[in-house]
């Protein structure tokens, strides 16, 4: 008697069993090869295999009301990915590339944070850092849950995104990132947000050394750091940790695929 068989876990990682079998083989997705054009090289790879990662485009990194404007940071360069972002990731999710959301958002009572990384966003002790209110609103900085640590207003969402709470500047640290993408078998990350030579570096140099295949897009990425720290982040992502592209090269690759 053949009995049916059901999926369990999220394909490409997924078995098929019922009471006599295990189907381990884990049928793959259908390839979707695309050629796209970066600063150094042409990369041949695949959207199957591709995900973006959308990293702290949150109101207290890019909105007027948030953090980052109440320590006195001009927030203008934080907000310029907000356009192009809204421009590329319909065109990818379209074509199946799952859109990733990272976001700083603390545990209520911080206790997996260090003091050495509470001094960073509170240096004298005296000031609003991790979990305190904003003067503004109330919100609590870098909170989840809060106001603080959703998506910037301008970002269109849709419910299929996925969104990992993140708790130091790296993405994977401390986060089920990677077990997420394993699952996917996305293997080829593009990589998008603020800031630049921050938690966008640090997550994509982790990225790399867990064997990623990784690319920035320059204009879905911004910085408010120094213009001296863009153009490192750059010099190094091209030197050592992936390839750097913009999302119109992107989308001129997705056209020319569907040609």
Request: glycine letters at 6%; proline letters at 7%.
């Amino acid at each position: 008697m053949n009995l049916p068989l059901r999926t369990l876990g999220v394909p490409p990682n997924a078995w098929t069993v019922n009471d006599a079998i295990a189907d381990i083989t884990r049928p793959q997705k259908t390839p979707q090869p695309v050629i796209l054009s970066t600063e150094t090289k042409t990369l041949h790879l695949d959207l199957a295999k591709a995900a973006i990662l959308v990293i702290d485009m949150q109101n207290d990194f890019c909105h007027p009301d948030g953090w980052l404007a109440h320590i006195g940071v001009d927030v203008t360069p934080a907000r310029q990915p907000i356009e192009p972002l809204n421009n590329l990731l319909p065109e990818l999710r379209e074509v199946g590339v799952p859109v990733i959301w990272i976001n700083w958002g603390n545990r209520p009572d911080l206790l997996n944070i260090s003091a050495s990384s509470r001094h960073v966003y509170n240096p004298t002790g005296e000031g609003v850092g991790l979990g305190d209110p904003l003067p503004s609103n109330g919100a609590r900085v870098l909170m989840a849950g809060s106001w603080a640590a959703a998506v910037v207003d301008g970002l269109e969402q849709i419910p299929e995104d996925i969104y990992v709470d993140k708790y130091r500047m790296s993405g994977f640290w401390d986060t089920p990132l990677d077990s997420i993408l394993r699952n996917l078998g996305r293997t080829t990350l593009f990589f998008a947000g603020v800031n630049a030579d921050q938690c966008v570096l640090t997550t994509l140099c982790d990225a790399n050394f867990l064997g990623y295949d990784c690319v920035l897009v320059k204009d879905c990425t911004a910085t408010t750091s120094p213009e001296y720290c863009w153009l490192a982040t750059l010099y190094n992502v091209k030197q050592c940790f992936g390839f750097v592209t913009n999302s119109q090269e992107i989308l001129t690759s997705l056209q020319k695929s569907e040609e």
